[in-house]
């Protein structure tokens, strides 16, 4: 489970939050390392649910998707660089734990972070929160990799990442 999001990240973020995408970082309040964190707010929509109003379980690997992509940002892998390079992220493995479901209107919290690093592959946490009761509904832990398009080529974690974050190093 994942206990607190803190980050002090160089891009620039909305005064106010609010719900439907809102993203908000906050500074650590402690003397621990930087680590990169997100925390957005959704508000589960109609194609989010199946016939019962319950939001199906792709529709919360969508909304972990655009947490993780908004967290690859804050690590250099914005979209349009990331095209401009060609070296983009890949998903190697998703572990998700659906713990009780979210329902049509609701308004949830994801927030997610960077877990670990090792020589080529990266790991993020996330989890999903309905605030209103303070439930923890979905964890979730993805392991990714960089690859060099088009040959799909392996390539190791850029080493400012190795320095920045070796408190995360597995």
């Known amino acids: 489970m994942i206990s607190s999001f803190h ?3 160089p891009v620039q973020q909305p ?12 500074k ?16 589960v929509m109609f194609f989010d649910t199946d016939c019962a109003a319950v939001v199906h379980n792709l529709a919360y690997l969508r909304i972990i998707e655009t947490a993780r992509t908004l967290l690859a940002e804050q690590l250099g892998l914005a979209m349009a660089e ?8 890949v ?5 998700v734990d659906y713990r009780r479901p979210a329902k049509l209107g609701d308004r949830l919290i ?3 972070r960077l877990d670990r690093l090792e020589r080529v592959r990266f790991w993020c946490e996330f989890e999903i929160i309905r605030p209103v009761d303070e439930l923890l509904l979905v964890t979730c832990r993805q392991s990714l990799a960089l690859i060099e398009l088009p040959e ?3 390539l190791r974690l850029p080493g400012e990442w190795t ?6 190093r597995g």
């Not at 650590?28 to 508000?43: F, G, K, W, Y």
């Not at 998903?91 to 572990?95: A, H, N, P």
């Open 7 to 9: 980050c002090e990240s």
């Open 15 to 26: 005064e106010t939050a609010f719900f439907l995408g809102a993203v908000k970082h906050e």
């Open 28 to 43: 650590a309040e402690t003397s621990d390392p930087e680590t990169p964190t997100i925390e957005i707010e959704h508000q």
């Open 82 to 89: 990331m095209a401009g390079r060609g070296v983009y992220p």
């Open 91 to 95: 998903l190697l493995r998703t572990e």
């Open 110 to 112: 994801v927030r997610g």
């Open 152 to 154: 799909a080529k392996p």
């Open 163 to 168: 320095a920045r974050y070796a408190h995360l």
